[in-house]
Each structure stands twice: as C-alpha cells, then as structure tokens.
C-alpha cells in the first residue's frame, strides 16, 4: 500500500461549484498535512496546512483531517476557473519533517 | 523577489550523454531540495541539503544519479550516463528552517532523452 493515495481525476466543474478534493494515507505517525497547487508547467506552491484533526479555513478554501480515518480533504467554494489546476497532498515522512511524500495530485478544471 | 531558479527549462539530449541540472535557491534558505516528477510515480523527493551538506539520498534512484552543493546560492543534480527512463521533469525547491516552513520550487527543467 503506499504511504498517500490521491484520485488523479480530472475533474472538471462549472464556474461556482463547490470542490472536493482528498487523499488517504497508511502512516498513522504523520502529523500534519499540506495542499500545494501546481499550475501546468509551473512548480507546486504551497495553499494550506494543518496539523490536526477538524478543519481549517483560508478564504474559499477549507482543509479538513481526519485521523481517526486517515483522510484528509481540500473543498474549494466558489470555484473560479483561476482555480484551475493540479491539487497535491502532501505529508512529512521518514522521521524528517523535511522530507515530504506527495500524492501523485488531482488535476482540476473550472469552466466559466 | 527572486524565487527559485532553475536552468536550464529544458532539456533534450541523446542516450549516454551526461546531463547537469542547475538550480539557484532563495537567498537565506537553508534547505534545498531536488524532486522528479513523472506521470507514472508523481512527485518524489530525491535528495535533500542542509547548510549545503546532503541530508538524505535515499531517494537517489542509482549511481548515474549525483548532486552537489558547493555554496548556498547554487546546487547541480547530475545524470551519468543518461537513459531514456530519466526523462521527466525535475524540480528544485529550497526552505527555511522549521518543519512546517514551506517549500519553495522553482519552474523545472523538463529533461527528454532519447
């Protein structure tokens, strides 16, 4: 199994839609968790993080942990096609807080 | 400001060839990191600095794979010889200290063998 599984999409939604975007991980030991989002040919930037379980929130958007089922979760309200996008999870492993285990991303489409 | 550079963007070389990445980090980083990203694995980390010593390179996929740091302001990831499956994109990113400081990356180089 490997250490964080992301649905690759595409997915694509109309302009004000609300997106929901997740990822599950094997390592209990992870402790806290990042969304970058990466534009096409650009590198992954950091959007979020959040150490602990409940949710967190920046704008339109909202990153929710659950520990308990190993499952972490970006919503998008209010999409916008400047939304457009890859999504990448990410997580501290290795016993290093520097080294990060990405999920491979969600690729997001917003249709005006 | 200045982020991360990378050259060259691209690259296209022949098979056996020797190719060298370039990256320049954020003034004042003192982490830098080296990742690939392919469509089939996604992004992965494979080596990562410290004050310009190498921390981690349990994700260097062979001896063809090496990378140096003999400043803080410049780093190169080197592939001897070269293969087709190396063909990818390759970022650079580079941090402050503190675990939940953020990575900054830089554009890639999208490197093609043939």
């Known amino acids: 199994q490997k250490e964080v599984e992301q649905d690759p999409g595409p997915l694509s939604v109309p302009e004000g839609a609300i997106v929901s975007l997740n990822c599950t991980y094997s390592?209990?030991?992870?402790?806290?968790f990042m969304w970058y989002r990466q534009y096409s040919r650009k590198g992954p930037e950091l959007l979020m993080y959040?150490?602990?379980?409940g949710n967190k929130e920046d704008g339109r958007f909202t990153a929710q942990v659950d520990k308990s089922s190993k499952y972490i979760s970006l919503f998008i309200r209010d999409s916008q096609p400047s939304d457009s996008a890859t999504y990448l999870c990410?997580?501290?492993?290795?016993?290093?807080?520097?080294?990060?285990?990405f999920g491979k991303g969600t690729l997001l489409t917003v249709n005006p | 400001d200045a982020g991360v550079i990378q050259s060259p963007r691209h690259e296209v070389t022949e098979m056996g060839q020797e190719v060298t990445l370039r990256c320049k980090p954020i003034?004042?980083?003192?982490?830098l990191f080296w990742y690939r990203q392919t469509m089939m694995r996604g992004l992965e980390l494979l080596i990562y600095?410290?004050?310009?010593?190498?921390?981690?390179d349990s994700g260097m996929p062979e001896d063809r794979f090496s990378a140096k740091m003999p400043n803080a302001s410049f780093s190169t990831l080197k592939i001897q010889p070269s293969e087709p499956r190396d063909s990818a994109v390759y970022f650079c990113a580079s941090s402050s200290a503190g675990g939940n400081q953020p990575q900054h990356f830089g554009d890639g180089t999208r490197l093609s063998i043939l």
């Open positions: 990410a997580m501290p492993s290795g016993g290093s807080n520097y080294k990060l285990t």
């Open positions: 390592n209990s030991a992870f402790q806290y």
């Open positions: 600095f410290n004050n310009n010593v190498p921390i981690d």
């Open positions: 003034s004042g980083h003192d982490y």
């Open positions: 959040t150490y602990s379980s």
